[in-house]
């Protein structure tokens, strides 16, 4: 199968080092790609929702198969496009349609399908630009910690937890009125603020069944002990400790299977990955959001320990068999650390040039990958020459594979180590709970 990929991060570098293990996979193109992904396959250099452009790619390449990695291109609706399209409909499209995807696409969306499929979550009211003056008495007399989260996509950076009052209401208003968010909040959903560990639970479904895989737990804040800004993510591991098999059972019996449950009684076409953003509260789960796609950086963790051949597990889920299919894990430890610009999350500069070490020597590396199983996932990375150099937030994800949390963890980092650009910063915490 000659097979396209959409997208530029470390998730997309690490579908490509999936996909490309099958025995399926006759060729692979990323679009638009990075340094890295171009070991895999062609780069082309297109937009992920310029879809006029990647149907003529699809079909001057005779394309079989499109993985699309980021949320953009599903909630603009590249699934309906594919399959209302006579030249393109026989692709098989990894991804729900603009439908499902608005399980993503509008936290307003998703927070109402949850109540109607009583689905845990939690507690919540909606406001927008005509009801602002309600919302802002409403949050001036709410209890504290309060959540204030952009309606839309702002990737992953539209969610704001407030401990006063007057906090509260500034953001508010920097969101509904000041666009802080852009289009993404125009509504503004607040939320009652949940505490517990939070985690990432991801199924692959082909509408009817669905297949389990690893769980993960991203780490999201910038700064080591989980503090400062939000990020897209600094950094992953799997498995999660506290996801017990008791706990686990509770996720699939209340949350999962009523999810594609409701998509099913909804008549909503929903063929692909869905991520459950959840949190443990006690020894419970609740839902603080849906993704309609894998994660970043948890895809760089999950797919390490995944023994399947994931372009089997696609075509089964288009041909709704993946009732025969069973997932095959690998038990041992996995952990992904995101070396990041200077800057990020904020403005950074772009074009550095990053010195791999050692790990330019083809030899070397395959010792490091044979010895502990070491994956350099390319994030933000351009070629330049004969140069790989910064073209992004996130830069480098480093994924290790152990017997132990512990060992993987240092494993990422002795790597890490070994690559340098300027202004490289990486959280040296991650896992750090689970860790004596």
Not at 71 to 95: A, H, Q, R
Not at 124 to 146: M, Q, T
Not at 147 to 152: N, P, T
Not at 176 to 182: E, L, N, P, R, Y
Request: aromatic share 10%.
């Amino acid at each position: 199968m000659k097979i396209l990929i959409l997208g530029s991060d470390g998730r997309a570098h690490a579908f490509c080092w999936k996909i490309s293990q099958s025995e399926l996979c006759t060729q692979l193109f990323i679009a638009p790609g990075n340094a890295g992904t171009a070991q895999y396959g062609e780069n082309i250099d297109i937009a992920i929702t310029d879809f006029d452009s990647i149907k003529k790619t699809c079909i001057a390449k005779s394309i079989d198969m499109v993985v699309v990695g980021p949320e953009e291109p599903l909630v603009k609706g590249i699934y309906d496009f594919f399959k209302n399209d006579e030249s393109l409909k026989d692709i098989i499209v990894t991804g729900p349609s603009a439908g499902g995807a608005r399980l993503e696409g509008s936290k307003a969306f998703a927070k109402a399908f949850m109540l109607r499929h009583n689905i845990p979550t939690a507690y919540y009211k909606e406001f927008d630009a005509d009801s602002y003056d309600e919302g802002l008495d409403y949050i001036k007399n709410h209890r504290l910690p309060v959540v204030l989260k952009a309606d839309g996509l702002a990737a992953g950076k539209g969610v704001v937890i407030c401990n006063n009052p007057v906090e509260a209401m500034g953001e508010y208003e920097l969101i509904i009125q000041k666009s802080k968010f852009g289009e993404a909040g125009k509504k503004v959903v607040v939320e009652q603020f949940l505490d517990g560990i939070e985690l990432s639970v991801f199924v692959l479904t082909d509408g009817n069944a669905y297949v389990l895989f690893p769980e993960a737990k991203d780490y999201k804040k910038i700064l080591e002990g989980d503090k400062g800004p939000n990020t897209g993510g600094m950094g992953a591991v799997s498995p999660v400790p506290f996801a017990s098999e008791i706990f686990m059972n509770k996720v699939i019996e209340k949350v999962i299977e009523p999810t594609i449950k409701g998509l099913r009684e909804e008549k909503i076409d929903y063929k692909g990955f869905i991520f459950f953003g959840l949190i443990k509260v006690e020894d419970d789960p609740f839902v603080i959001e849906y993704n309609c796609r894998m994660g970043d950086p948890e895809t760089e963790v999950v797919l390490l320990r995944l023994k399947n051949d994931l372009v089997k597990l696609l075509i089964a889920t288009e041909q709704k068999k993946l009732h025969e299919e069973e997932i095959l894990l690998d038990e041992k430890a996995a952990a992904t650390i995101v070396a990041v610009s200077e800057g990020y999350p904020g403005n950074y500069k772009k074009g550095f040039a990053i010195e791999f070490g050692y790990l330019e020597n083809p030899e070397a590396m395959k010792h490091i990958d044979s010895e502990g199983g070491v994956m350099v996932f390319h994030a933000g990375t351009r070629q330049d020459g004969g140069y790989v150099v910064t073209n992004g937030g996130r830069v480098i994800a480093v994924s290790a594979i152990a017997d132990t949390l512990a060992e993987a963890v240092e494993l990422s980092k002795e790597i890490l180590n070994q690559i340098h650009f300027e202004g490289m910063y990486y959280r040296k915490d991650i896992g750090y709970e689970f860790i004596k």
